[in-house]
């Protein structure tokens, strides 16, 4: 049973639940115009009608309830730029493996009318006809507040924006905070790049690295012959220093209970320049980072290292939530 908690309404029960919960929680859950005891009505027919009310009201909150896809959907931002291309070739390839869906998207500016939109989204979604299940949507306004609502409403599993390198990539960063906060999906920075299988993740041992380590199982789950790297940063330790070992340990230990067959990795420098470069060194296919938390007002909160791996990364970046 999912409960809903909103100010105007403090508490939603089915008509099923009327038998168990407390007279009194019910007649709180009833707008107070259903009880007209102004008027001489007996009170308890008036409580009588505002559960049903209640019961009413929970039913259809339940028929609207969104429910969470039975198959990975993919959100792709197609901005009609090469990077546009990138992120559909991606959704594409990913819906394949795992018999997902893709949310074709574009966010419209003024001087590009809904009709011209649609009609450039069905050109690209007539080079995947038969293949992928694929639907449009349209919207207008900030690209990071459009894609984060849609993917909130569209129940995306994740969001696949593409990169080509040709334009700063100050926009990916506030994109991926704002998907981050409305749907808690992760989003897939897609570069171009070689398929090489090698994954890259990198983990800080905090709570949030559970996700990561799941996330690189799950990656390397959808190719053939994967090689996934799991790495931790230390700063400032040398090669003989305990706490390295204790590190690699930590990373076995993650590794075992995953049941992956990966290589464990202790990196040391700064968190971001070192991730960036290890991934150079393997010639990884995309690196795989968790966000830093939240900040004050309940606000996600990107990182700095994760913000920077996906300002300077020249691979694929994906940003996993960390909830």
């Given amino acids: 049973m999912v409960f809903a908690y909103t100010a105007r309404n403090p508490l939603l029960v089915t008509a099923s639940d009327r038998r168990t919960f407390p007279r009194r929680l019910l007649d709180e859950a009833a707008p107070a115009h259903n009880i007209r005891r102004d008027r001489g009505r007996d009170v308890r027919a ?3 009608r505002s559960q049903l009310g209640a019961g009413e009201r ?7 309830a969104p429910t969470e896809p039975s198959h990975p959907v993919l959100l792709a931002w197609i901005d009609g730029t090469s990077a546009g291309t990138l992120a559909w070739r991606e959704a594409v390839t990913r819906a394949r493996r795992t018999g997902g869906s893709i949310i074709a998207m574009r966010v419209v500016a003024e001087q590009i009318s809904r009709g011209d939109a649609r ?3 069905e050109r690209w979604i007539g080079s995947a006809a038969g293949e992928v299940e694929v639907e449009i949507a349209i919207a207008e306004g900030d690209p990071a507040t459009a894609i984060a609502a849609t993917a909130q409403a569209r129940h995306a599993t994740m969001v ?10 100050t926009r990916l960063p506030l994109i991926t905070e704002a998907v981050a906060q409305r749907r808690g999906c992760p989003v897939l920075i897609a570069r171009h790049g070689l398929p090489t299988g090698i994954l890259l993740a990198a983990i800080d041992f905090s709570d949030a690295s559970s996700r990561v380590v799941a996330t690189l199982s799950a990656e390397s789950s959808i190719r053939v012959g994967a090689s996934p790297i799991l790495a931790h940063v230390t700063a400032g330790i040398s090669a003989d220093d305990p706490k390295r070992s204790r590190a ?3 990373l076995l230990h993650a590794i075992a209970r995953c049941e992956l067959a990966a290589e464990a990795i202790v990196l040391d420098g700064e968190a971001s320049r070192a991730i960036v470069e290890a991934a150079e060194d393997a010639d990884a296919e995309i690196v795989i980072v968790g966000l830093a938390g939240h900040g004050a007002g309940s606000k ?3 990182g700095s290292v994760a913000e920077r791996v996906i300002r300077h990364a020249r691979c694929s970046v994906l940003i996993v939530p960390n909830y």
Avoid: F, S, T, Y
């Fill in 300 to 302: 996600v909160v990107l």
């Fill in 160 to 169: 696949v924006i593409g990169h080509d390198g040709l334009r700063p990539a």
């Fill in 58 to 64: 929970a039913r259809e909150i339940e028929r609207r």
């Fill in 248 to 250: 690699a340990n930590r």
């Fill in 119 to 121: 009609a450039e989204l």
């Fill in 46 to 48: 008036g409580r009588a």
